[in-house]
């Protein structure tokens, strides 16, 4: 009962004054719009990420080159990275090693990829292509299926036959509706036969598979790019719960061939990978990545959210002492007939709580419709982006409204709860 009378007078204030309680719970509801956005957005991310991954299976592990430092753990990392991205090349991972790599038991089969680019002719139509060698055995482990045609066999890559598989958009801006089977197009200074199309697969990793013309990666480096190193390769294992030791197998595999001698690190006592020119990720590490990469974005957005709802909150904080102010002498007559010092606090309070709720209310509301609006969105693109609205979502804008009316009302509330009932009955 005592609730409910301290509940009543501040529903009836807030609908007396319709236009104020607007603008005061505005700055909360675009608050927790955005945290309902950040939220479902980031799950979104996430299974779009993740069912990316899946596109390649679950059953395999990545070797990728990296740039060596002089600096170990993240920071190390990090500066390879860094210095990949502005073009230092790395050239000594070698088809030779995916040779030794497929000798391990657990690897069933492995392909390596090379990537480049250049002008691509077709009678009159010219355009910059993205080149993509690979090894013959790439139509096999990776999750490409043909539509037309065949892919190129090994015996052509190894003879380095000017060969092409092209992907469904490059046969669409070349060929038009017409067949490409047997037909020469030129690359570079060459012409190459097409032997076969591509199903479509979409954009995967920030790269548009339809966009690639596929070449026998010998041919690439011998006749296109003038190189003889590979930039990854993808190892298919038998066995997946022995992924981490494959993993290590690897390791000591491309030291071994690269004579790198790693340094110990003093408080594990394993060698370091600073040295390394390579990296080796399974599974489950990009996995932990991922959830790494996606948990650390919603925090910083969540962090960007809170300057909206503390805005939100000195608005709030401000109108409540407008409020006090106006009931000076209903504080006054209520601490005259007993009205103790919490009882005034707590009617305040309460109001602050109930202004940030339906502020939270609505939010969640509108937050709601915005991040279904975004999938939906997202999906018509192209991207297989699921509206996912997790019950933390909820929890949190809940919370966080309770939190931001306790402390932005707190001092208005202090204030009414401590005037001189003499004086306050004096106000007019």
Not at 95 to 124: C, F, H, R, W
Not at 144 to 158: A, P, V
Not at 337 to 353: H, K, N, T, Y
Not at 357 to 362: D, E, H, K, M, T
Request: aromatic share 8%; hydrophobic share 45%.
């Amino acid at each position: 009962m005592k609730i409910y009378s301290l509940i009543k007078p501040s529903i009836v204030s807030m609908l007396a004054n319709k236009g104020r309680t607007f603008l005061t719970v505005l700055g909360m509801v675009i608050g927790v719009t955005a945290i309902m956005i950040v939220f479902s957005a980031g799950e979104g991310i996430y299974g779009l990420m993740l069912s990316q991954m899946e596109s390649f299976g679950t059953d395999f592990i990545e070797t990728e080159i990296k740039v060596p430092s002089t600096k170990r753990g993240f920071e190390g990392e990090a500066q390879g990275g860094i210095n990949l991205l502005t073009g230092v090349q790395v050239t000594s991972l070698t088809l030779e090693d995916m040779e030794d790599i497929n000798k391990i038991p657990n690897v069933k089969d492995s392909y390596a990829g090379i990537t480049g680019q250049e002008q691509v002719t077709y009678q009159e139509k010219r355009k910059k292509i993205n080149l993509l060698g690979v090894s013959a055995s790439y139509i096999d482990i990776d999750k490409s299926e043909i539509e037309e045609g065949r892919f190129f066999s090994e015996s052509e890559n190894r003879a380095l036959s000017r060969v092409a598989v092209i992907g469904i958009k490059v046969k669409e801006d070349l060929f038009g509706q017409s067949s490409p089977l047997d037909k020469l197009i030129r690359i570079g200074k060459n012409k190459y036969r097409v032997i076969g199309t591509i199903k479509e697969r979409g954009m995967i990793g920030g790269m548009d598979f339809d966009t690639f013309v596929y070449l026998p990666i010998k041919t690439t480096q011998k006749k296109l790019l003038g190189i003889d190193y590979v930039i990854y390769m993808f190892h298919k294992l038998v066995d997946n719960n022995k992924a981490e030791e494959t993993a290590q197998e690897i390791v000591t595999i491309l030291r071994e061939n690269h004579d790198i001698i790693s340094d110990i690190d003093p408080m594990t006592g394993e060698p370091t990978t600073a040295k390394d020119d390579f990296r080796v990720v399974t599974m489950d590490e990009m996995m932990e990545m991922l959830d790494t990469i996606t948990g650390a974005l919603t925090i910083l957005l969540l962090a960007i959210v809170t300057i909206s709802l503390i805005v939100g909150g000195v608005g709030i904080m401000n109108i409540m002492y407008v409020i006090v102010s106006e009931r000076t002498r209903e504080i006054g007559l209520r601490k005259a007939v007993g009205a103790r010092f919490s009882d005034i606090m707590s009617q305040f309070l309460i109001e602050s709580i109930l202004i940030t709720l339906v502020g939270a209310i609505f939010g969640i509301i509108i937050g709601f419709g915005m991040s279904w609006l975004i999938a939906l969105g997202a999906s018509v693109s192209g991207l297989d982006w699921n509206f996912i609205m997790p019950i933390r979502a909820y929890v949190v804008a809940i919370l966080f409204s309770v939190i931001f009316g306790i402390a932005f009302g707190l001092f208005p509330a202090r204030k009414a709860a401590k005037m001189d009932p003499i004086t306050a009955l004096r106000n007019e």
